[in-house]
C-alpha cells in the first residue's frame, strides 16, 4: 500500500460545470477526511466519515458540496455548478481510529481551478 | 468550536541555526496533536503526532512538546538545513481534525 491517493491531480473545468473528486485512503484505515486549502492558509475542514457513515459536515460546504464513501472504502466528494470561488486545492486524508490514537496521513491533493 | 493559532506566520533563519515554531489552541479537550510539514503545491507529509497523555516526541532533529492545559505546542528544528524549508502544520483532534494557518519556514544556506 503506496499511502492515500486522489484523482485527479489537476482538474480545470468552467464555471457552472460539476466536478467530482475521488480519495482512496490506506487500507483498513477506518476514518477519512475532506479539507480544502487556498494559498497562505491552512486547511479547512469539510467533512469526515468514520467507515461509511458522514459524521461531521462544516457549515462551509454549501448545498452545492457532497461527499460519499460507500462500503466505507473510497471517498468521493462533488461539487455542482462550481464558481471560481470553489479553485481550490482539496485534500483527503485517512486515519485507523484505534482508541485516541488517530495519526492521519494525507494524499497529494487535488488542484481545481474554476475559469 | 476549535481555533488553532500558530506564530510565527513566517520566519527567515540562516543555515545551522536552531529554532522554534509554536502552535496554540483554545480547547484543551483534545486526543492528539500532530506536526505536518508541506512543500509547495504538494499534500502535507506528518512528523510527529504525540498522544494527550504525552509531553513529548522526538523523531531526528525534531522535537515536538504538548502542553495541553494551557493549549500550547512547540515544534523544535535542531541544526536547521536549507531541506527544511518548507510550511510547518499543527493540527489538534478530537472527533475531527483542526489545522492552523501554518508557519513559512526559509532556511537560507
Known amino acids: 500500500d503506496t499511502g492515500v491517493s486522489q484523482d485527479p491531480r489537476h482538474k480545470i473545468t468552467k464555471r457552472g460545470q460539476n466536478v467530482t473528486f475521488r480519495c482512496d485512503p490506506i487500507s483498513e484505515h477506518n476514518r477519512l477526511y475532506w479539507y480544502r486549502q487556498t494559498l497562505g492558509q491552512g486547511p479547512e475542514f469539510l467533512t469526515y466519515f468514520q467507515n461509511e457513515a458522514q459524521l461531521e459536515k462544516s457549515r462551509l460546504l454549501s448545498d452545492r458540496f457532497s461527499a460519499e464513501r460507500p462500503k466505507g472504502s473510497f471517498s468521493t466528494l462533488e461539487i455542482q455548478r462550481t464558481e471560481q470561488g470553489d479553485s481550490a486545492m482539496y485534500l483527503c486524508?485517512?486515519?485507523?481510529?484505534?482508541?485516541?490514537?488517530?495519526?492521519?496521513?494525507f494524499g497529494q491533493g487535488t488542484r481545481l481551478t474554476v475559469v | 468550536k476549535q481555533e488553532v493559532t500558530q506564530i510565527p506566520a513566517a520566519l527567515s533563519v540562516p543555515e545551522g541555526e536552531n529554532l522554534v515554531l509554536n502552535c496554540s489552541f483554545t480547547?484543551?479537550?483534545?486526543?492528539?496533536l500532530q506536526w505536518f510539514r508541506q512543500d509547495p503545491g504538494k499534500g502535507l507529509t506528518s512528523l510527529l503526532l504525540i498522544q494527550s497523555s504525552q509531553r513529548e516526541q522526538t523523531s531526528g532533529r525534531l522535537n515536538a512538546s504538548l502542553d495541553k492545559s494551557s493549549g500550547r505546542s512547540t515544534l523544535y528544528i535542531a541544526a536547521s538545513q536549507p531541506g527544511d524549508s518548507a510550511t510547518y502544520l499543527c493540527?489538534?483532534?478530537?472527533?475531527?481534525?483542526?489545522f492552523g494557518a501554518g508557519t513559512r519556514l526559509t532556511v537560507k544556506p
Open positions: 493540527a489538534v483532534s478530537r472527533l475531527d481534525m483542526r
Open positions: 480547547d484543551s479537550a483534545i486526543y492528539n
Open positions: 486524508a485517512s486515519s485507523l481510529v484505534a482508541g485516541r490514537d488517530t495519526e492521519a496521513f
